[in-house]
């Protein structure tokens, strides 16, 4: 052993494993929920009247029999807010609280019940009589066209190099489209929020929420007082994932609502099925798109036109739309390229921001295209993957005219290519699928590109909130929200690695916009890299007034005074932490600091297509295969082999999780979840019993998931790490790929199987069925 390996080093710093601050309350149920909270005295139940019609006028509102159902002790409707009764996004005022006179979709909130006990205020609910004048509706994609096409927000263009060129260029063209569904966050805790009045106009709210600062807004709106008066309150959530980034707006505004109007604590949580039908999810979307290409399959020009199921309000599906088109590159030139967004209006619930926020729809739909191209061709898709991926030094302009300065994707995929043994499976499956007259298999490797930013430039900033206090220990606030990604243990280990002391010395505390205010919403997979940045920025703050303290009462110069495992040296004497600060306070150093970061070097001009919008890309790559019935469609996913990238890793252990989560989520959303709603308009997949999200049995059974250890970022981020939260969930576009490579098998791989999303065993033999139909007519 070296003198080397005998240096003392703190417990918990950066780049080492730690569990997650709340894992074993988690799995313990000691873990502290707003459900869980202990009800001020005279606490009330709030629940919602919902629509039963997608579009009608309101003739008639009959709230009599709610009102003098047992335990009611008043209703709430569009006329009891005192402030504004609007929850939609800045300057769009197209989402009330409670519809007054139009409804939009089936489920759209009417009115709230207030009771003394929740299933009081929940069977009340249901006692209102509404008569509607039924109007026409428009539920998909396809319908909102045919009724004209109206956008709930105006659409987006990128466009760079000659299109009509570039087509008509090309030797070889294929024109299609794809439809992929959406998906409900079925988040474990569902919505829910409590609001205790507070004297004159103030009122705090305990909220499931991504967007503290959102919410307090909206509450204060709603209420018509000014946002210092509310006080919203987050330690943790039981899942989000873009789900509580708007959506717990409602919630919160009619619990504060009821709270100041009958001067008691108010909470509201509604069912799983309410919870499914009222709040929006991930965006269905419908790609047209034509592409040209030469005989290598190197893509020479793209056309394309996202078209997006968004819902009766514009909420986030102008950024979700964008986002779409930011990534329809994926990991790959276009050298002459044209994309458009269609945020189209439907008589649904507005659809929301969902884990990667647009982005893998975007990456479906080029991936269909690359898959095309591989058919037509008589290639394996991977080939054409690896031939248009952007260079390092040239092909290295986005469709946004942002140039790629950090690629990686070529070492990431030609490692796992190589680790998963890629090209040896590939060709023995191609081999038993000869053979196999029932089971079929397929297997793919597909690359991730992921942008990190908002692409909204206001919003890459972030605040904290450090204390030391006397006796050593610290008080970490930030303006993150924890939704059991991990964000607070990271944070804590960078103010821990900071200072130089033991995790076990930093405390971690309650999101809360009373201590840290205009936050932004913990998203865009920027949850460390802004908070972990403002926390070190608050420390380095503190850090330097201690410097300061120490030159001066030791008279020592600057660079005579270091923080080491915890303690400080001071010239060759060496401090214990606590008695240090000890000392520092009594020499009246101010030992609290504000911290503050804003993302650099990005800007984005959305009215020309052109700008940076993100700060850097996160890459990662994944292998699946599959084996499919191709009787019944029925399948199993196999084996995954992933290598992701995440920069220098702040915590190992919460990143491989994340993977791993990502991966399975996203492998639902593209296999088992399907939104189905009927012919009146009403989701009828609301439930765990019509909804399939995935289960331990879906979890491939070969699992192998390793972090691109070898990669640091190049942009000076935390401790130079990658963000993790989102580019996982794209990795499992290879599952949808290599079903679609099993059920092209049974035409001999001459056929592009242009299977849409999600490929359930239903549509996997639908896809089976029709690729056999068309190889026995050729």
């Not at 000691?30 to 606490?43: C, F, H, K, R, S």
């Not at 018509?224 to 509580?244: D, E, I, T």
């Not at 959305?606 to 499919?628: D, I, L, M, T, W």
């Not at 290879?734 to 592009?752: H, R």
């Amino acid at each position: 052993m070296t003198a080397l390996d005998n240096k003392p080093a703190i417990r918990g710093g950066v780049h080492v494993p730690q569990k997650h601050d709340s894992g074993h309350k988690h799995v313990s149920g000691t873990a502290e929920y707003i459900d869980d909270m202990l009800e001020p005295a005279g606490t009330l139940h709030a629940y919602l009247g919902l629509s039963t019609n997608a579009h009608g006028e309101i003739q008639s509102l009959g709230l009599e029999a709610v009102r003098q159902a047992p335990g009611v002790v008043g209703v709430l409707t569009a006329d009891d807010v005192p402030g504004h009764n609007d929850i939609s996004q800045p300057g769009k005022h197209d989402e009330p609280i409670f519809a007054q006179t139009l409804v939009e979709f089936y489920g759209q909130p009417l009115f709230a019940v207030v009771a003394t006990t929740r299933e009081a205020a929940r069977r009340a609910a249901k006692l209102a009589q509404v008569s509607y004048a039924e109007l026409p509706f428009a539920l998909d994609v396809g319908a909102a066209r045919q009724a004209g096409g109206k956008l709930v927000t105006p659409g987006m263009k990128l466009e760079r190099g000659d299109v009509a060129a570039g087509m008509a260029g090309a030797k070889n063209r294929v024109k299609g489209s794809m439809e992929m569904g959406g998906q409900d966050h079925f988040y474990l805790e569902g919505h829910i929020a409590m609001a205790i009045p507070g004297e004159d106009d103030e009122v705090t709210v305990h909220s499931s929420t991504q967007h503290p600062s959102e919410v307090q807004h909206m509450v204060g709106h709603a209420l018509g007082v000014p946002s210092n008066a509310v006080n919203v309150m987050v330690r943790r959530m039981g899942g989000g994932f873009g789900g509580k980034e708007t959506q717990s707006n409602l919630f919160a505004a009619v619990a504060a609502i009821a709270a100041k109007k009958f001067n008691r604590a108010v909470k509201i949580r509604p069912d799983r099925d309410d919870d499914m039908i009222a709040t929006g999810k991930r965006h269905d979307f419908v790609v047209d798109y034509e592409v040209g290409y030469d005989d290598d399959g190197r893509i020479e020009a793209v056309d394309a036109v996202f078209a997006a199921r968004c819902g009766f309000s514009a909420d986030l599906s102008g950024p979700v739309t964008d986002r779409a088109l930011f990534h329809a590159d994926n990991a790959y030139f276009y050298p002459n390229v044209r994309l458009v967004s269609q945020p189209l209006k439907t008589n649904t619930v507005s659809n929301t921001a969902f884990r990667g926020f647009g982005g893998p729809q975007g990456m479906v739909g080029c991936e269909r295209w690359i898959e095309d191209i591989a058919y037509a061709l008589g290639k394996d898709p991977l080939d054409i993957r690896k031939v248009n991926f952007y260079g390092e030094t040239e092909r290295n302009l986005t469709p946004y005219h942002q140039t790629v300065t950090d690629n990686i994707i070529g070492r990431v995929v030609d490692e796992l290519e190589a680790g998963s043994d890629y090209r040896r499976r590939r060709e023995a499956i191609v081999a038993l699928n000869k053979t196999s007259r029932v089971l079929k298999r397929g297997i793919a490797l597909t690359p991730v590109k992921f942008g990190i930013s908002f692409t909204m430039t206001a919003f890459n900033q972030a605040g904290a909130l450090v204390h030391v206090y006397r006796d050593g220990s610290v008080h970490l606030n930030h303006g993150g929200t924890e939704m059991g990604q991990g964000l607070y243990i990271k944070v804590a280990q960078v103010l821990a690695d900071c200072f130089q002391i033991d995790l076990d010395k930093v405390k971690i505390t309650a999101t809360t916009t009373g201590k840290v205010p205009n936050t932004s919403a913990t998203a865009a997979s920027s949850g460390s890299d802004l908070n972990g940045m403002a926390a070190a920025n608050a420390a380095e703050q503190i850090k330097d007034r201690l410097v300061r303290f120490a030159m001066d009462k030791f008279k020592v110069p600057e660079d005579a005074v270091s923080f080491e495992p915890n303690c400080v040296m001071v010239g060759n004497q060496r401090y214990d932490w606590a008695d240090f600060i000890d000392q520092a306070y009594l020499a009246r150093v101010q030992l609290s600091a504000a911290g503050f970061y804003k993302t650099p070097d990005i800007h984005w001009d959305r009215a020309a297509g052109k700008g940076q919008p993100f700060y850097y890309f996160a890459y990662g790559a994944a292998c699946s295969e599959v084996v499919v019935d191709s009787l019944t469609g029925e399948y199993m996913v196999e084996r995954v082999d992933i290598l992701h990238d995440v920069g220098k890793s702040l915590n190992p252990a919460i990143d491989i999780g994340q993977i791993e989560g990502g991966f399975v989520q996203g492998m639902g959303w593209l296999t088992t979840e399907e939104l189905w709603w009927d012919e009146k308009g009403q989701l009828r997949t609301h439930a765990p019993s019509t909804y399939k999200i995935p289960v331990v049995s879906d979890v491939p059974k070969i699992f192998d998931v390793r972090l691109a250890e070898w990669s640091a970022n190049t942009a000076p981020t935390i401790r130079r790490s990658k963000a993790v939260g989102e580019p996982p969930f794209m990795l499992a576009l290879s599952v949808l790929e290599a079903l679609s490579m099993a059920a092209a098998s049974v035409a001999d791989y001459k056929i592009a199987p242009r299977m849409d999303a999600p490929a359930t065993p239903e549509r996997v033999l639908m896809t089976i069925e029709r690729l056999r139909r068309e190889a026995a007519e050729r």
